[in-house]
C-alpha cells in the first residue's frame, strides 16, 4: 500500500510538475504586463506538434524537442510583435482580445497542418519503472520531475542573479519605475514572451509523452490546469504558480483516488472555483489579484 | 446654523504613507468651506474618505446625524453627497445630454420590470428628466453644447458637464475636487462665478479643494488648510490665508510659494 | 419633438422614436414575419434562418453583458445549453407543456447567470473573462458527465418539438412563426431594457465605475442583473435551439461556441440590439453558406474568427452597427494605437 502510494504520489508530483512548467509563462506575463496572455496555449502546443514532427521525421529526439521548443519561443516572439506591442498602452482586454484572434489563428493552422484527430507522442523516455531499494520509481514520471526542476531552478538562478533576471524583477514590482531607471522594457518583454513558450512548450511536450496524446486543442485543454495551478498558488507570484502546479498534480491524484478517474479533469475546475470563493489571492498571492 | 458634516479623527495610511492623520471637519448646512494645502496633505483622500471610496482606518464621519463611515459609495451618494473629480470622470462615450441624465439615475425608476412595462406616466416623467438635463447644460454654458458628444468638449466644457452631473443629483452637499485645474486665471474666475451662483440658488452646501488660494478667498465663507495629513487651520479666509503656519508649510513647498 | 424620427442605434437615444417610425416598424416586421417563408422555399435556408432567429437572443444577451455592462463574459454558451437541457428535459422527463419548459429554460439559466457572476465579481475584471472560460467548461465537464440525467456525450435524442396548445410545429415554416413572434417579443423586451434607466445604468458601469457608484449606482447589483438578464435571453434561445433541433448534446456548448456567440456582438455592434441581430445573422448564415460550396473551410474556422477579431479591433472595434462611442473606451484606444502602428490617423482625428 505505501508503495502504492509512494508510486501515485510520484505520478501526482510529476503531473504537476507539467502544469507548473506551463502555469509559469502565464504567471510571467501577467505578473509582469497585467495581461492573460490567451495565445500561450496555442503556442505551446504548436511547438509540441513541430516535436512530434521533427520526431517523425527521424531527427534525434533531443534535437527535436529542443526544436520544438525553440519553435514556441520563436512563436512567443511572434505573439508578442503582433498582438501585445502595437497595442501596449490600451487597456487591459485589448491586447488580450487579441492575443485571443492570434491563438485562435494558431489553432486553425495547427488543425490544417495536423488534422484534428489526436496523435501519439513517440516515447523517446522509456515506460517502466526502475527499483530502488524496494521502491518502484516510475521513470518518466521522475525525469519529468527532474527537467521540470532543473529548467525552474536554472529560471529562477536567472530571476535572482543576472542582470536580465533582476531587471524582470524589477520590472515587475513597478513597470514606470523600471522605465525611469532605464530598464529596456522593449527588449524584455519579447523575453519573457519567449522564455515562456520554451518554459511551457517543455511542459506540454512531457504531457503530451506521459499521457500519450498529442491534439490541437491540448494547449487549450492544459491551460486550464496552468491557470487553476496559477490562481491556487497566487498570480502574482513566479513560485506560486509553480506550487501551485505541484499541488494540482497530487490534489488530482487524491481526486482520482477517491472519486475515480471521471473527475480527474474536474479537479483543476473546482479548485478554480473552491479558490474564488475562499481565498481569492491564492495561497501565496498578495490581495492584488483580487478587487480592492 | 446647522452642521450637515462632521468628520472626526479620520485616520488613513497607505502603505507607510500617513495620507489622514487624524483630521476633524465639520461643514454647516448652506456654506461654502475651501480646503486648500500643499500636494500630498490628504485633500483628495479626504473626500475619498467621506464618499466611502475608501474606508478609512479609524475616525467617523456622520451626515446629517447618520454614520457614513463605513458605507458604500452608492449608499452615500443616495444620501444627498456629490462630488466632482480631479481628473475629469465624465463618460465620454456618452452625449453631454446623457451624461446630466446619470445623475438623474437614483430618483428614476430602475427597475427592469419599469422598463418593460412603460406604464403611461413613464414617457412623461422621462420627458420631464430631459428636459431638466437641457435646463441644467444651459445654467452651466453649455447650451450650445446639448446632443454633443462629451469626449468632443473642450476642457473647460468637460468641467461644466461634470457639474451639471453633480447638480442633476440633487444633492445637499456637493464636494469639488479641484474645480480650476488647468484653467487660466480668466476661466477659473468664470467656473468659480458660476459655481457660487449655482449654489446660492440651490442654497446648496459645498465643500471646494483648490490651488488657486485667491480664488478660494473669493469664494469660500472658511478655509481648513492641511498639510501631512493633519489641519493645520480653520479659520476665515483671510485668517487662514495670513496664518504663519501656513505660510510655512507652503513654505516648506517651494513650489506653492507663489500661490501666496 | 417636432418630426416623427426613426430611431436607431448611432442616435441619441434620449430622443423618443416617433410613432410614424415605431409603425413603419411594426409594419415591416409583420410583413417580413408573413413573407419570408413563402420567399425562401428552400428548407434548408429556411433552417439557416430559424438558426439566426435562436441565436438572436443569445447574441442580446452577450451584448448586454459585455457591450452594455462591459464585462467580456466567454462561457455563454454554458448558459445556452443550460436553457436547452431544462427545456428539453422538463418536456420530456417531467412533463411541462412546451412553453412553460420555455420559460423554466430561461429562469434556470437566468439563476444560472446570477450565481456565477457573484463569486466572478470577487476579481479583478482580467479574471472575469477566466473565470467565465472556467464556469463554462464547468457545465461541460457536468453535463458530459452526468449521465443519468443528460445522458451524457449522446446527448438527448427526439427532443419534442415546439408546442403551443395542441399544434406541433412540425415543419421550418411552422417553426418560423412561433419563433419569430417569440423572438420579436425578446427584441422588444431587450430594446426597452436598454434604452431606459437601466441600460443607461448598465453603460454607466462600462464607462466608468467610480463615477457610476458616485452618482448612486449600486454597482454589484447591477453587474449580476446584467448577468441575469443577459442568461435569461440566453436560456430562451437555449429552449427555441433544443425543440428546433430537437437533440440536445454537450458538442453544441463547447468553448468555441462561447467565442462565437461573443464575437457576434463584437462584430455586429456592441450596446446595439439591431447590431447583435446582425452579428447573429453574419456569423451564422455566412459560415453556413459557405460550408455549402468550400466545405473545407470548416476547418479554418477558428482562424477565420481570430483574424475578423483582429480586423475589427483595428478598423472598428465598436462593431458594424455600435455606436462610434459605444465601445469602451479600451477597445477605441486598441483601435488607435493599431491604426498608428499601422501608419494610419486615429479614428477620431479627420
Known amino acids: 500500500m505505501g508503495a502504492y502510494l509512494a508510486e501515485q504520489a510520484i505520478n501526482g508530483l510529476a503531473v504537476g510538475s507539467v502544469y507548473a512548467l506551463i502555469g509559469v509563462g502565464y504567471s510571467m506575463v501577467y505578473t509582469i504586463l497585467y495581461l492573460i496572455n490567451f495565445a500561450h496555449g496555442d503556442v505551446i502546443m504548436f511547438g509540441t506538434m513541430v516535436a512530434i514532427g521533427l520526431l517523425a521525421a527521424g531527427v534525434p529526439a533531443w534535437a527535436a524537442l529542443l526544436g520544438g521548443c525553440l519553435a514556441a519561443a520563436a512563436l512567443g516572439f511572434l505573439v508578442e510583435r503582433t498582438a501585445y506591442r502595437p497595442v501596449r498602452n490600451a487597456n487591459r482586454m485589448v491586447p488580450m482580445l487579441s492575443a485571443l484572434g492570434a491563438g485562435l489563428i494558431l489553432s486553425s493552422l495547427a488543425q490544417s497542418i495536423w488534422g484534428p484527430e ?21 521513470i518518466q514520471p521522475m525525469l519529468m520531475l527532474l527537467v521540470a526542476g532543473i529548467l525552474v531552478a536554472i529560471a529562477s538562478a536567472v530571476l535572482e542573479f543576472t542582470k536580465w533576471g533582476r531587471a524582470t524583477r524589477c520590472v515587475c514590482q513597478d513597470m514606470v519605475a523600471a522605465q525611469l531607471m532605464g530598464i529596456p522594457i522593449d527588449r524584455l518583454v ?16 512531457l504531457f503530451a509523452m506521459y499521457f500519450n496524446v498529442a491534439w ?11 491557470w487553476a495551478a496559477a490562481m491556487l498558488g497566487g498570480v502574482g507570484n513566479f513560485y506560486g504558480a509553480f506550487f501551485g502546479g505541484i499541488l494540482l498534480g497530487l490534489a488530482e491524484v487524491i481526486a482520482v483516488m477517491t472519486f475515480g478517474s471521471m473527475f480527474k479533469d474536474g479537479t483543476s475546475l473546482a479548485i478554480i472555483v473552491l479558490v474564488l470563493l475562499l481565498r481569492p489571492q491564492g495561497l501565496f498571492g498578495s490581495p492584488m489579484g483580487t478587487r480592492s | 446654523m446647522a452642521t450637515i458634516l462632521e468628520a472626526t479623527g479620520l485616520v488613513k495610511s497607505f502603505g507607510g504613507v500617513r495620507a489622514l492623520d487624524g483630521v476633524d471637519l465639520s461643514v454647516e448646512d448652506g456654506e461654502i468651506l475651501g480646503v486648500m494645502g500643499p500636494n500630498g496633505s490628504g ?30 459609495t452608492f449608499r452615500i451618494a443616495r444620501l444627498g453627497i456629490a462630488r466632482t473629480f480631479q481628473n475629469l470622470r465624465i463618460f465620454t462615450n456618452m452625449t453631454t445630454t446623457e451624461n446630466v441624465l446619470c445623475g438623474a439615475h437614483m430618483r428614476e425608476d430602475t427597475s427592469v420590470l419599469g422598463s418593460l412595462l412603460r406604464l403611461p406616466g413613464r414617457s412623461a416623467a422621462e420627458g420631464e428628466e430631459r428636459r431638466r438635463a437641457v435646463e441644467l447644460l444651459k445654467e452651466v454654458g453649455l447650451g450650445e453644447r446639448i446632443d454633443v458628444y462629451a469626449s468632443d468638449l473642450s476642457y473647460g466644457q468637460t468641467k461644466r458637464l461634470e457639474l451639471a452631473r453633480a447638480l442633476n443629483t440633487e444633492p445637499r452637499l456637493l464636494l469639488l475636487d479641484e474645480p ?6 480668466a476661466q477659473a474666475a468664470v467656473l468659480l462665478g458660476l459655481v457660487r451662483a449655482v449654489c446660492r440658488r440651490r442654497n446648496l452646501t459645498l465643500v471646494v479643494i483648490e490651488h488657486n488660494v485667491p480664488a478660494l478667498v473669493w469664494l469660500a465663507r472658511r478655509i481648513v488648510v492641511m498639510d501631512a495629513g493633519r489641519v493645520l487651520v480653520d479659520d476665515t479666509p483671510e485668517a487662514a490665508v495670513s496664518d504663519p503656519r501656513v505660510i510655512e508649510a507652503y513654505l516648506g513647498h517651494d513650489s506653492m510659494r507663489s500661490a501666496l | 419633438m417636432s418630426m416623427p424620427t426613426l430611431s436607431l442605434a448611432g442616435t441619441d437615444r ?9 409603425l413603419i416598424l411594426a409594419a415591416l416586421c409583420l410583413v417580413g414575419l408573413v413573407a419570408v417563408p413563402k420567399v425562401v422555399t428552400n428548407p434548408y435556408w429556411l433552417h439557416i434562418l430559424n438558426l439566426v432567429l435562436i441565436y438572436t437572443p443569445l447574441s442580446i444577451g452577450a451584448n448586454i453583458i459585455t457591450g452594455y455592462a462591459g464585462m467580456v463574459s466567454m462561457g455563454q454558451a454554458a448558459f445556452f445549453g443550460l436553457g436547452a437541457y431544462t427545456s428539453a428535459l422538463l418536456m420530456m422527463d417531467a412533463g411541462f407543456p412546451w412553453f412553460a419548459a420555455f420559460l423554466c429554460a430561461g429562469l434556470v439559466a437566468a439563476l444560472g447567470g446570477a450565481l456565477v457572476a457573484v463569486p466572478c465579481l470577487r476579481v479583478k475584471s482580467d479574471f472575469l473573462s477566466l473565470v467565465t472560460i472556467a464556469f463554462g467548461q464547468i457545465f461541460f465537464v457536468v453535463i458530459n458527465g452526468w449521465m443519468d440525467l443528460t445522458r451524457g456525450p449522446m446527448g438527448i435524442p427526439s427532443v419534442p418539438q415546439v408546442q403551443v396548445f395542441g399544434w406541433k410545429a412540425r415543419t421550418e415554416t411552422d417553426f418560423w412563426y412561433v419563433a419569430a413572434i417569440i423572438v420579436g417579443i425578446i427584441v422588444f423586451a431587450a430594446w426597452r431594457i436598454v434604452s431606459g434607466p437601466v441600460g443607461r445604468a448598465w453603460e454607466m458601469i462600462r464607462d466608468d465605475e467610480e463615477a457610476a457608484r458616485a452618482l448612486g449606482v449600486n454597482v454589484t447589483y447591477r453587474k449580476i442583473l446584467a448577468f441575469a438578464v443577459g442568461c435569461l435571453f440566453s436560456g430562451f434561445a437555449g429552449s427555441l435551439f433544443a425543440h428546433n433541433l430537437r437533440l440536445v448534446s454537450p458538442d453544441s456548448f463547447v468553448q468555441e461556441e462561447s467565442l462565437v456567440i461573443m464575437q457576434m456582438a463584437i462584430l455586429g455592434g456592441l450596446a446595439s440590439i439591431p447590431g447583435s441581430i446582425l452579428g447573429a445573422f453574419l456569423l451564422i448564415a455566412i459560415p453556413e453558406a459557405l460550408r ?27 462593431g458594424i452597427l455600435g455606436r462610434r462611442r459605444a465601445a469602451p473606451a479600451l477597445l477605441l484606444s486598441l483601435s488607435d494605437t493599431l491604426r498608428r502602428a499601422l501608419g494610419l490617423k486615429p479614428l477620431g482625428e479627420k
Open chain 1, 216 to 226: 490541437v486543442q491540448m494547449g487549450q485543454f492544459a491551460t486550464t490546469k496552468a
Open chain 1, 118 to 138: 489526436v496523435l501519439a507522442f513517440p516515447q523517446v523516455i522509456p515506460r517502466g519503472a526502475i527499483e530502488v531499494a524496494g521502491l518502484r520509481l516510475p
Open chain 1, 190 to 205: 519579447p523575453v519573457i514572451y519567449m522564455v515562456g513558450g520554451f518554459i511551457g512548450a517543455a511542459g506540454c511536450m
Open chain 3, 14 to 22: 434620449t430622443r423618443p422614436t416617433g410613432l410614424v417610425g415605431k
Open chain 3, 292 to 318: 455549402s460550396s468550400i466545405p473545407e473551410l470548416i476547418v479554418y474556422r477558428p482562424g477565420i474568427m481570430g483574424l475578423l477579431l483582429i480586423v475589427m479591433m483595428i478598423w472598428r472595434p465598436q
Open chain 2, 43 to 72: 485633500k483628495t483622500t479626504l473626500f475619498n474618505a467621506i464618499t466611502g471610496a475608501i474606508r478609512p482606518d479609524a475616525g467617523r464621519v456622520t451626515l446629517a446625524g447618520h454614520d457614513i463611515t463605513k458605507r458604500s
Open chain 2, 180 to 185: 480650476t485645474a488647468g484653467l487660466n486665471d
